[in-house]
């Protein structure tokens, strides 16, 4: 059975960062694109950041770039996002998610999905 379990949330201040983990179990995924989503209270589901499935190519929506990094450790089956100058409108439940595809920047295309870990971002 395939699990995604994500970890590293919490509440932090304005300014601060948080490192997200997520832990696949069942089976590997390093022949897939992994992602990191976000849903804000009142909002839709949106992708934050994919990673291919070697770490060559990175997308970052707009509003996250130069403050997110994605990244991931196929050997640990991992996937992190590391996040700095967190802002108020960061916060949401986040999910990581594997992509039926080796390389996407698309956010169609994701067939497992974990939990959630909440990020509160104080102002």
């Known amino acids: 059975q395939v699990q995604l379990v994500e970890s590293g949330g919490g509440l932090v201040q304005a300014g601060a960062s948080l490192r997200l983990s997520c832990a696949a179990s069942?089976?590997?995924?390093?022949?897939?694109?992994m992602g990191w989503f976000r849903q804000a209270p009142g909002k839709e589901r949106e992708l934050v950041a994919s990673?291919?499935?070697?770490?060559?190519?990175?997308y970052y929506t707009d509003s996250v770039k130069g403050r997110f990094a994605i990244s991931r450790d196929n050997a640990k089956n991992t996937l992190y996002l590391q996040m700095n100058s967190l802002k108020a409108e960061d916060t949401a439940v986040y999910y990581c998610?594997?992509?039926?595809?080796?390389?996407?920047?698309?956010?169609?295309?994701?067939?497992?999905w974990g939990q959630g870990t909440q990020v509160t971002v104080s102002s």
């Open positions: 998610a594997v992509s039926r595809y080796s390389s996407t920047s698309s956010p169609r295309g994701y067939d497992y």
């Open positions: 069942g089976r590997t995924f390093s022949n897939n694109a």
């Open positions: 990673i291919s499935w070697n770490g060559n190519m990175r």
